[in-house]
């Protein structure tokens, strides 16, 4: 592919041989899931978001949900030990992750942090999900999301109405 693709993410997706395909769309500030689904003419519930939180000890984590629903904090909180998660400020999200909130992937993060995927992600054939920059998704077997990153999975969807 171009070498305008290259991000940390992909660089760790290659370096684990994993096969992906990569779909680019026109990115909307905080138009989330919704519009690169539309754009791409998938189901919002196979596109991925990455999101970066914080625990009571500000330690961050980062949650991998359908893009279609929300992440319970409560029971995040719960289901991890935590006393209390909610989300990072974008800045705080960037510094943690090394992305730009809108363009965080799994693949890559800035600095070592627990991941939590919801565990029905694993019943999808493909999903897409962020390939580390703005407007840029990857698609790939949840499976190898699982092998790369090794995510702990949580039930912790909220569905959106």
Known sequence: MSKHSETPATT???AHHVAYTEHVYEYVEHGGTGVSSSA???DEHHVVKTLIFEDDKRAPLCVLMHGDCKVSTKELARQIGAKRVAPCKP???HRHSGYMVGGCSPFGLRKPMPIYME???LA???ILINGG????LVGLAPAEVVRVVSP???NVA????
């Open 12 to 14: 760790v997706l290659k």
């Open 40 to 42: 791409l003419g998938v």
């Open 91 to 93: 800045e705080d999200a």
């Open 119 to 121: 565990a029905s992600i």
């Open 124 to 126: 999808l054939e493909r």
């Open 133 to 136: 920059r703005r407007g840029f």
């Open 152 to 154: 702990k999975m949580v």
């Open 158 to 161: 909220l569905h959106e109405a």
